[in-house]
């Protein structure tokens, strides 16, 4: 069974940067598409980064695009969120899920436990 653990989270001020790290376990990580969501409260579970297993290939949502960076360490079976320049609408707890294949949650299996982001103005 995949199991997935978020770190890196924590409280930063605007424009400050923060990296997450998405440690990947009993699975073939290298074949796994991996993603980041996110959920803040109140508000659903939304998609902000995806990497695609073979292509690499990366996909963000609008509002994040130039600001944070998704990437990959297969040797490590490790998945990054590099988050630049936030801002507290970014303030959330964020997801790391695996073996899905669009923006839409229910389309990704497996799923961490979350990391938070407070982004103080």
């Known amino acids: 069974q995949v199991q997935l653990v978020e770190s890196g989270g924590g409280l930063v001020q605007a424009g400050d940067s923060l990296r997450l790290s998405c440690a990947h376990c009993?699975?073939?990580?290298?074949?796994?598409?991996i993603a980041w969501f996110r959920q803040a409260p109140g508000k659903e579970r939304e998609f902000v980064a995806a990497i695609y297993w073979g292509s690499g290939s990366t996909d963000y949502r609008d509002s994040v695009k130039g600001r944070f960076a998704i990437s990959r360490d297969n040797a490590k079976n490790t998945a990054y969120l590099q988050m630049n320049n936030l801002k507290p609408e970014d303030t959330a707890v964020y997801y790391c899920?695996?073996?899905?294949?669009?923006?839409?949650?229910?389309?990704?299996?497996?799923w961490g436990r979350g990391t938070q982001v407070s982004v103080s103005s």
């Open positions: 009993c699975g073939s990580f290298s074949m796994s598409n």
């Open positions: 899920a695996a073996g899905g294949r669009s923006m839409v949650v229910r389309s990704w299996q497996f």
